[in-house]
């Protein structure tokens, strides 16, 4: 008896966490949360194609990324501060590159708009 309530205790414990990760993912997703600088441009069940413009001096509140490709489009100069609050400031260069999943802010530290197609892959 002790043993089925325990484990119909975990169970319900591991419904709560997923539930409160699916709320945090949603509050964190990029496209609600950078609604100024990220439009959708394709979506389907495998990936989600997003156009992602941070004009000089703006920025981009706490997000979330899944895993995927970043497509850069024009050089640019860009601080990001991740979940963890490290700081990195980085000139992109046009090109692509593997991006795995990632919590951060933005800023466009540069003279000239950030240019980015994100595909992220779900």
């Known amino acids: 008896m002790f043993r ?3 484990i119909a205790g975990g169970v319900a414990m ?4 997923t539930f409160l990760a699916r709320g945090q993912e949603q509050e964190l997703d ?13 979506e389907n069940s495998l990936v989600r194609i997003i156009d ?6 703006g920025a981009e509140p706490l ?4 895993h995927g490709v970043v497509v850069t489009l024009a050089e640019a100069d860009a601080e990001t501060v991740n979940a963890a609050g490290v700081v990195a400031k ?4 046009v090109g692509a590159t593997w991006s ?18 994100r595909i992220d892959v779900k």
């Open 90 to 93: 980085t000139h992109f260069r």
């Open 100 to 117: 795995e999943p990632t919590v951060h802010q933005v800023r466009n530290i540069g003279t000239t708009p950030t240019h980015w197609i």
């Open 63 to 66: 997000h979330r990324h899944p």
């Open 30 to 42: 990029s496209l609600k949360v950078c609604k100024d600088t990220q439009k959708l441009l394709f």
């Open 14 to 17: 591991l419904g709560l966490a």
């Open 52 to 57: 992602d413009v941070i004009p000089p001096g």
């Open 4 to 6: 089925k309530r325990l």
